[in-house]
């Protein structure tokens, strides 16, 4: 199949070669781009050089790209990543992390267990609260404290699918709520995980695959979707 992923404007992703380990062949559509907040993430390193954190949290790769080349050289204390694209990021710079045992941040605290008790936790990320996340980590008897580090804007480009597009695959909730597009006949929809699919459905698409929030467990999905189609 050839699917449209939704992808920030501006971020490189190896996402074609990992489609096409798995027989697909796929192409980036962006209906959000990123705006750095440079004050934020000043404040963020600093919290970080003084050892305020017990524990930083990367809920997304992009922050993982924005801050890991900052961190060289700097005393960390435990780095949580939420999976392995936001990991390898991690690594590449140098900073050794553990990965959460799924793709979604609601297995932060679970993860972590009674570890949490006392500690601080920081958490660089978009601008956009996510108050389930910050109830569970204070719950569980630390201290949150989040860094909006960039925000997620709309391009209000009309996405063009094109007529050889099999799918569309959302890799998150607002990047379906930001999309322009027009529905084409038989065009398969993706869901990356159940967050993203939730959200669909209650904008009244329920998406006809849903993944388990990473692109390989979603590429799998889809070739089972196929095989039962076949």
């Known amino acids: 199949m050839n699917i449209a992923i939704t992808r920030l404007k501006e971020k490189e992703t190896d996402d074609k070669e990992r489609c096409l380990r798995y027989g697909h062949d796929c192409y980036s559509v962006s209906p ?75 297995s932060f605290a679970p993860y972590l267990g009674s570890w949490l008790v006392g500690k601080r936790i920081g958490i660089p990320r978009a601008n956009i609260p996510n108050e389930s996340l910050r109830t569970a980590i204070q719950e569980a008897g630390a201290e949150v404290y989040e860094y909006g580090c960039y925000s997620l804007c709309p391009t209000y480009d009309l996405i063009d699918l094109g007529t050889s597009t099999d799918a569309i695959l ?61």
């Open 170 to 230: 959302f890799t998150s909730s607002m990047s379906f709520q930001a999309c322009i597009w027009r529905r084409l006949p038989d065009l398969i929809t993706i869901a990356i995980g159940e967050v993203t699919a939730e959200t669909m459905i209650h904008a009244g698409l329920e998406p006809d695959i849903v993944g388990d929030g990473s692109l390989e467990g979603t590429l799998d999905e889809i070739n089972m979707y196929l095989l039962r189609h076949s």
């Open 32 to 106: 959000l781009f990123s705006r750095y907040d440079s004050d934020q993430i000043d404040e963020f390193i600093r919290m970080v050089m003084r050892r305020e954190f017990d524990c930083i949290f990367f809920t997304s790769a992009l922050p993982a790209s924005i801050i890991a080349p900052m961190l060289t050289h700097v005393p960390l204390p435990r780095v949580i990543a939420i999976g392995p694209q936001t990991a390898r990021i991690l690594r590449s710079h140098g900073v050794l992390c553990e990965v959460l045992p799924t793709f979604y941040s609601k």
